[in-house]
């Protein structure tokens, strides 16, 4: 069915629940185009070149024990249209000593199954698919899956390599492809596939959002629809709480010409954006076995760097959801009727052992200080007073905030909630932000343009958490003075906390990696010696689980 008259830029459906928003926060609106808030006062769009056939994009995926990566990477270079230009970076979780094709390496199932294979896809020059030709494209990350930590640990990880491809980018010590602010740095999952010429539609897509900052991201539909060119794309507007916030209840938009402006809800999914936005809001790699808040969290540290998220207008990326989620083998190891996986033993345990892990060692080494991590410190970072451990340090929240995994500059945490619709207090959403929105504008600084590399050169050098300077210094094109100053403008970003004393802001005063206080001291010796009465107990059987949980990612 068409669009109506009044349709013309599409529709985006509000939901039906009456008795939550109004007549006024149900059914369907026609999607206004115009976002700015007054004339002339519109997103930033300077950056208006690109080479849709030849830009290049970087992709991460993390995958857990997934059979289906390597039709995930074979439909990635055989979908697009130039699938030279594309650099993707995997993070695999396997068992080391199963030989199911749940844990076989991701690259090499694809090699052996797809290569000049005459039934398959070819690629888009007409010729057969051969991993060979791609081998500058891909790397590989292998871990053990028993060590696994949730998908913000594995993320976080990828996160990193893309931060140490743009540092090296001009020295020759990049991991893979050097990575420029320019760039398009993508998300997505390990069991999906992508419609025909994907890489020249998102670019186009994500042009057609006018804005330097947009981040085209959605929960996207089911693998059924490629190729198919739907009319409507899932929409992501509903948050609600539980132990931290939460998407939920995924709307739609129907016949949209453009990129639709959303309430900051961010999805792991799907993201697509310039690489900046990847380098300036990287994975946190404190938050292990976070399952809830990743995607809020991040949304809100999007908008507070001054990005904007978009729900795409066309669907060119799905996903297997029967395919992944029915997957007996991720449910129950060990079946008998999984099938086997030819791999060279010892090839196969270098993997695990030879990972250099030497690019995210400045983050690995404060791991036993950073305190504290996971779900707490995602609420702490959003404002969020846990009755159970309240916290009264002022410090300790600053810490987080104004540090490199916490807010940015653009604008405050109060501008956030009022833009979502949601509270901290109450801890409910109050409107219905599904529909048209107002870009929230801030101040065109030079930190946040392409005169700064959109940003990038001076987070680089913000703390990580209590160092008395950045442990890395600033990359070769960087134009920061170093120093490991916070942002002046951080003393004003408007934060809503509980905690005695207020969130303060401004550089952290600090000679000494504990010089905030003894109490976290303390409890950072207290938290090693239970890890490592929990490692000797552990090993003695007595604290060994039954079987090893599923990860979700």
């Known amino acids: 069915m068409p669009p109506a008259k009044n349709h013309t830029w599409g529709v985006a459906f509000l939901g039906r629940d009456e008795k939550s928003w109004g007549k006024d926060g149900i059914g369907n609106t026609p999607i206004d185009p115009n976002i700015c808030p007054s004339p002339g006062q519109c997103p930033y769009y300077r950056d208006r070149e690109h080479d849709l056939d030849n830009d290049k994009i970087h992709l991460v995926i993390a995958s857990f024990r997934d059979q289906l990566c390597p039709r995930t990477l074979y439909n990635l270079f055989t979908r697009a249209k130039n699938p030279h230009r594309i650099f993707v970076r ?11 094709v749940d844990d076989a390496d991701c690259w090499e199932m694809a090699c052996n199954t797809y290569n000049n294979n005459p039934g398959t896809n070819k690629l888009n020059n007409g010729q057969p698919f051969n991993c060979k030709d791609f081998e500058k494209n891909v790397e590989m990350v292998t871990i053990d899956a028993g060590l696994a930590k949730g998908p913000c640990d594995a993320r976080s990880k990828l996160s990193a390599l893309i931060e140490h491809d743009y540092r090296h980018a001009k020295d ?11 760039d398009y740095c993508m998300q ?33 539909a089911d693998m059924t629809q490629n190729n198919q060119d739907p009319k409507e794309v899932p929409h992501l507007c509903m948050i609600t709480f539980t132990s931290t916030w939460r998407n939920w209840g995924t709307k739609y938009i129907r016949w949209a010409l453009k990129p639709k402006l959303t309430n900051l809800v961010w999805g792991a999914g799907m993201s697509f954006q ?7 809001v990287p994975y946190d790699p404190y938050l292990d076995n976070v399952f809830d808040g990743e995607e809020t969290s991040r949304g ?21 959801y029967v395919g992944h989620q029915s997957n007996p083998v991720i449910h129950t190891w060990g079946r008998k009727n999984a099938k086997k996986a030819t791999v060279a033993d010892e090839k196969r345990k270098a993997k695990f052992d030879n990972v250099d892990w030497s690019y995210m060692e400045h983050l690995t080494k404060l791991k036993g200080t950073v305190y504290p991590d996971g779900v707490r410190r995602i609420n702490i970072l959003m404002g969020i007073q846990d ?20 807010l940015g500059t653009a604008r405050t ?30 101040e065109d600084r030079d930190e946040f343009n392409e005169k700064n590399d959109w940003g990038v050169a001076s987070n680089l050098q913000r703390r990580i958490w209590n160092e008395t300077s950045p442990l890395l210094p600033a990359p ?30 401004g550089p952290v005063a600090s000679s000494h990696p504990y010089s905030h206080g003894s109490t976290y001291h303390t409890m950072g010796w207290v938290l090693m010696l239970v890890l490592v009465l929990g490692g000797f107990l552990h090993r003695s059987g007595v604290l060994r689980p039954k079987k090893h949980a599923k990860q979700l990612l």
């Open 274 to 280: 310039k690489c900046h936005a990847e380098l300036n």
């Open 387 to 406: 009755a159970r451990h309240p916290h009264k340090d002022a410090e300790l929240e600053r810490l987080i905030v104004d540090g490199r995994f916490g």
């Open 300 to 320: 809100i540290r999007f908008f507070s760097h001054g990005y904007d998220v978009y729900t795409p207008d066309k669907v060119l990326v799905t996903h297997d």
């Open 90 to 100: 995997v993070l695999q979780q396997l068992k080391p000593d199963s030989d199911l």
């Open 188 to 220: 997505t999952d390990s069991h999906m596939d992508f419609s025909t010429g994907f890489d020249n539609g998102l670019i186009a897509m994500f042009h057609r959002a006018e804005n330097d900052r947009a981040v085209l991201s959605t929960y996207v």
């Open 413 to 442: 945490l109060d501008q956030a909630y009022q833009f979502a619709g949601f509270s901290n207090k109450d801890l409910k959403m109050h409107e219905n932000r599904c529909g048209n929105l107002k870009w929230v504008p801030f």
């Open 476 to 505: 070769p094109s960087s134009s920061s003075s170093g120093g490991g100053s916070l942002p002046a403008s951080s003393l004003s970003r408007g934060l809503v906390s509980n905690s005695d004393g207020g969130g303060g802001g």
């Open 172 to 182: 020759g010590k990049h991991r893979l492809e050097p990575v420029d602010v320019r």
